[in-house]
C-alpha cells in the first residue's frame, strides 16, 4: 500500500514562501497512476482542500483561499508531489497533508475521497 511522507514544513514570517514535498515510499511503481491531493488542518477545524492533481499532472485545481499562491506539481519518476507555497500568511498556518485516492481519475475536494495519508508537517506563519 502506498506510505506517504511529507516534508518542507516550518516556522516562517509572512510573506515568506515554503515548498512541500510528499513522496510515496511505499509503491513509487504504481505512484503515477494516482491523483494526489494536498489538505490542510488547523486547530479546531476540520481538514480542507488544497490543492489536487491528476495522475500525469496534466489538470490541476485549488481552493479559492489559495489559488494564485499555491502551485501543484508532481514527478512520478521519484513518486513525489510538491505544493509551492508563496506569499504565506497567517491564515495558512495549519498541519497539511498529502492523500492519494484509489477508484477515480479525479482528484477529491473531500479528505473522506481519499484512502491513503502522510503523517502530515507543520507550517507556521506569524505576522
Known amino acids: 500500500q502506498a506510505q506517504l511522507v511529507e516534508s518542507g514544513g516550518g516556522s516562517v514570517q509572512a510573506g515568506a514562501s515554503l515548498r512541500l514535498s510528499c513522496v510515496d515510499s511505499?509503491?513509487?511503481?504504481?505512484?503515477?497512476?494516482?491523483?494526489m491531493g494536498w489538505f490542510r488542518q488547523a486547530p479546531g477545524k476540520e481538514r480542507e482542500f488544497v490543492a489536487g492533481?491528476?495522475?500525469?499532472?496534466?489538470?490541476?485545481g485549488y481552493a479559492g483561499s489559495v489559488r494564485g499562491r499555491f502551485f501543484i506539481s508532481r514527478d512520478n519518476a521519484k513518486a513525489t508531489v510538491y505544493l509551492q507555497m508563496n506569499n504565506l500568511s497567517t491564515e495558512d498556518t495549519a498541519v497539511y497533508y498529502c492523500?492519494?485516492?484509489?477508484?477515480?481519475?479525479?482528484?477529491?475536494?473531500?479528505?473522506?475521497?481519499?484512502?491513503?495519508w502522510g503523517q502530515g508537517t507543520q507550517v507556521t506563519v506569524s505576522s
Open positions: 511505499g509503491q513509487p511503481e504504481t505512484f503515477g497512476y494516482f491523483p
Open positions: 492523500g492519494t485516492r484509489r477508484g477515480s481519475m479525479d482528484w477529491g475536494t473531500k479528505w473522506w475521497e481519499y484512502l491513503y
Open positions: 492533481i491528476d495522475w500525469d499532472g496534466g489538470r490541476v
